[in-house]
């Protein structure tokens, strides 16, 4: 079975830190492109960060500069490390194959004093 599984949100002050995991199981991430994807309370899904499968990387304006996506192949895990948050970047987290149409459960990430 295919499975995706994000982790690492939580609530945070402005200007914090946090790491997002992104876990796969039956997938092995390393062969696809793979994304970041956030949403935010009454706005539409973007794009935040994207990781090719030959490791190029790209970013939604918002966010560059600050996150930063990888992939460690040996856990077939991605990651999304998040400095000097924001409170704009409060919104639930997925990852996904960018071409896969389906999203999962997602993390909360709540940036707030």
């Known amino acids: 079975q295919v499975q995706l599984v994000e982790s690492g949100g939580g609530l945070v002050q402005p200007g914090g830190s946090l790491r997002l995991s992104c876990a796969g199981t039956?997938?092995?991430?390393?062969?696809?492109?793979m994304g970041w994807y956030r949403q935010a309370p009454g706005k539409q899904r973007e794009s935040v960060a994207i990781?090719?499968?030959?490791?190029?990387?790209d970013y939604a304006d918002s966010v560059k500069g600050r996150f930063t996506i990888s992939r460690d192949n040996a856990k077939n895990t991605m990651y999304l490390q998040m400095n000097s948050l924001k409170p704009d970047d409060t919104a639930v987290y997925y990852c996904?194959?960018?071409?896969?149409?389906?999203w999962g459960q997602g993390t909360r990430v709540t940036v707030s004093s």
């Open positions: 039956g997938i092995i991430l390393r062969i696809n492109n």
């Open positions: 990781i090719s499968s030959t490791g190029s990387t």
């Open positions: 996904k194959p960018t071409a896969w149409p389906h």
